[in-house]
């Protein structure tokens, strides 16, 4: 059985080496880079299975890292920086990052938060499974978005918030929501599911994006408007 590979992109060597080794202690294979250019060749190469990306780094920064391989690269990004104002965080969230991690941290959360993320990915590939809307198609195997036959790219966390509400038919709180698409105990802010919300909103575009409803004072839920 392969190991999941991690990509680490910080100008930092002793953060490095400390996340290498808990990573490795985990099983994970573990590729250190130190700059963004280099980052983004090795994600290419190397296709890891997840990468934890720095915002100040040299060369690119970590902003443009992410912007750089998305829309045509899922693969989910951890930022973890000191910057740790709540606009840096709404702004790695936006571009297209998974998750959002301040320093100090602790090297056991970044792994357990890179294996929960992974762990959903897992439980999706192994379930063949699509849902079908009028101009929307959602299949869960393959991890694929297709608004009016055009495949739309999601991330990894846009793409679970999808298909939890596309399939359990109710309204979801945002701490619930929270829980079930982070899949731990998150020590984030609930304002995190507006801003992934919103992101997919835009990326579905109308009329879809209004199959995602708000609910006012609780959260959101999915249904599809009737002519």
Not at 20 to 39: A, L, P
Not at 142 to 166: H, Q, S, Y
Not at 204 to 224: A, Q, R
Request: glycine share 6%.
């Amino acid at each position: 059985m392969s190991r999941s590979k991690v990509l680490i992109i910080d100008d930092d060597q002793h953060i490095c080496q400390i996340l290498k080794e808990y990573f490795e202690y985990d099983g994970f294979e573990v590729i250190v880079v130190h700059d963004g250019k280099t980052g983004l060749e090795k994600v290419q190469v190397d296709r890891p299975d997840i990468i934890v990306l720095d915002i100040m780094l040299p060369e690119l920064t970590g902003w443009e890292v992410c912007q750089e391989l998305r829309p045509q690269n899922r693969t989910p990004i951890i930022f973890l920086s000191a910057k740790n104002e709540e606009t840096d965080r709404i702004t790695g969230l936006e571009i297209g990052g998974d998750d959002y991690v301040s320093k100090p941290f602790s090297p056991k959360e970044v792994v357990v938060r890179a294996k929960s993320i992974l762990r959903r990915i897992k439980q999706d590939n192994e379930e063949n499974q699509e849902l079908k809307f009028p101009d929307l198609i959602i299949n869960r195997n393959l991890r694929l978005v297709k608004v009016e036959g055009k495949e739309i790219n999601l991330t990894p966390k846009e793409f679970d918030l999808l298909w939890i509400l596309a399939t359990v038919k109710k309204v979801f709180a945002r701490e619930n929501l929270l829980n079930k698409v982070w899949d731990y105990q998150y020590y984030g802010d609930v304002r995190t599911v507006d801003t992934h919300i919103k992101s997919l909103r835009k990326k579905l575009g109308d009329p879809v994006s209004s199959y995602i409803k708000t609910v006012w004072g609780i959260g959101y839920k999915f249904e599809v408007d009737e002519d």
